[in-house]
């Protein structure tokens, strides 16, 4: 039975291999290279539930322009969708000093589009895919 959370980082970039196709058709050439190595040096962090998981880049530890955090991958185990397991990390990572904010993502389709606007991520540019969606958080 998958258990993220029992899994090392080396591990969940194995995962992604062999599951890449359920995120994208077009996969980088440096894939999974670019994430094994994103891991090593701390500019990715893996965050984890024993069903869903996700991959990040921390706002502080890249050199991106504005700086900006960003979502490389959330998967939640196909037994296990639909109840709200993406929701609670996603709303984690927002809260996650670690990680910082903005966080950007790009993603592909009007579900995945539809899903991370019901978590405050607004799109922006045109309406081509993959999509580019930010959030940050509101001034109170
Ligand atoms: C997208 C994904 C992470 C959602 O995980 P989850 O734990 O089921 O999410 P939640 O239960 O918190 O929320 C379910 C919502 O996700 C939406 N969703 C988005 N993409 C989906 C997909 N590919 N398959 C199923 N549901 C999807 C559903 O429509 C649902 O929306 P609703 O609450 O308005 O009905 C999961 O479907 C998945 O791992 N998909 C494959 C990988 C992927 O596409 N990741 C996102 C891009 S990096």
């Known amino acids: 039975m998958t258990d993220f959370k029992s899994m ?12 890449i196709d359920e995120f994208t058709d077009e996969v980088s050439p440096d894939f999974p290279r670019n994430i094994r190595l994103g891991l090593r040096s701390g500019h990715l962090v893996t965050r984890k539930q024993e069903k869903t998981f996700a991959v990040v880049a921390r706002n502080c530890r890249v050199s991106y322009r504005p ?8 998967y939640t185990d196909p037994t296990a ?41 607004i799109k922006t540019g045109d309406d081509d895919e993959p999509y580019e969606m930010w959030y940050s958080p509101v001034a109170s």
């Open 8 to 19: 090392d980082d080396d591990e969940i970039v194995s995962f992604l291999a062999q599951h």
């Open 67 to 74: 700086p900006h955090a960003e979502l490389v991958f959330l």
């Open 81 to 121: 969708r639909g109840h709200g397991q993406a929701s609670t990390l996603l709303e984690q990572i927002k809260d996650d000093p670690i990680i910082g904010f903005p966080i950007k993502l790009l993603c592909c389709g009007d579900q995945r589009r539809h899903f991370f606007e019901k978590h405050g991520f």
